[in-house]
């Protein structure tokens, strides 16, 4: 093994799997929360809200300030943010000021999160980046799986604020390790750049510049499927057919097993084969259990449904981080990844929207119906018009991969 394997694994991954970890434990604790701020239920669950607002507006700013300065900057300050806010978060008197932290700590953690992507990728060759990205967000499930049941059983004897506390001295874990990685840099083009390019797609080779948006529209569908079936599947299999809320469990369990378990091979095969060989049969197979999912009314063809899904979930991971690395310039890797990802979130938040709204006027079992288009619609985008992106497997003709020099840091 490599001597930047090993310094990926301590700073990058373990911190990863710790990050993960430490956010899934407070999942179980949120009814304790509303009882420690004396709120409703309901309002105790927009921790989950302003977290995921914090995250979206750090996309931007830190893919702009990876082009400038690289990964490890917002590696550090991010985890720095986490550490501050959670502490924050344990002394907040009130529900208001708490939210307060949740938004910042939610900003701090993605440029933590970004940040390591970016590093992971960095690392290695081309060649070897799909298994270094699925390796990635493999362990960061593992991390978000084992969070709950430790979270769930900490609760009580240390409650809320003691979770936050647990969760900053983690977070502290995470800033030390940060600060000692040395990083990889990557010789980035010099000159008088500002900071925040929002035409920084023009500098994509026309070649490419297709296929990056197409990933766009791919990203979107990728997250827009994970919460129209992390709000519509418990809808569809309790409210419509009728079986226990033990049963919903069963069946996430299923998919997150099957996700998992497809991770390491779609890796293996995107550095192998191609990325298309695993982002159009993500989109593809997703789009397929959508328009099947309503016919499956017991829970074994709605679990048989989901180990589909679940390959799908398994295959999406990293995938179309590492294409868009491979096709966009070095110098705008962050900011282009930051404008797709955050084009991302938009579905994260719209689809669950326009879920409930059929899911109203009509039927859980639907709104699967009503996504079936823009999933299979990105499937067949990627498997005609899209590019290859890895070096070995471009076709001939294409531009070959932008020069980079690596140095470690």
Known sequence: MSRRFWSGALHIYIPSLLMMLGQGMLIPALPTLAETYAVSGALAVQVVTIQQVGRFAAFIPTGAVI???????PMVFGAFVSVVCLLGAAAAPNFVLLLATQFVWGFGQNMWMFGREIAAAEMVSAE??????????GISGVGMAMGPAIGGFLTEPVGVRGLFL????????????????KAV???????????????AFKEIHPYFRLTYFILFISTFGVLTRTQVTNTMLPLYVESQLGY????????????????FAIIMPAGFVSDKRGRKWVAAPSALIAGLTFLVMPFADYPVTIGAVLVFMGFASGMAMGSMTTYTFDIVPVHLRGQLQALRRSFGEVGAVTGPLIAGGVASVSSPSVTFWVFFPLLMGAGLALVFFAREGLPGKRAPGAPPPAAESVTDR
Do not use: Y
């Open 67 to 73: 082009d400038r300065l690289g990964a490890k900057p």
């Open 185 to 199: 840099r990557v010789e980035r083009p010099k000159g008088n750049r500002s900071m925040f390019n929002f035409t």
């Open 128 to 137: 070897q980046r799909g298994r270094a990205m699925s390796t990635l967000m």
């Open 244 to 259: 226990s809320p033990a049963v919903t469990g069963l069946l996430f369990t299923v998919h997150a097993v099957a996700t």
């Open 166 to 181: 647990i969760f900053a001295g983690i977070s502290a874990v995470i800033l030390v390790l940060g600060i000692m990685h």
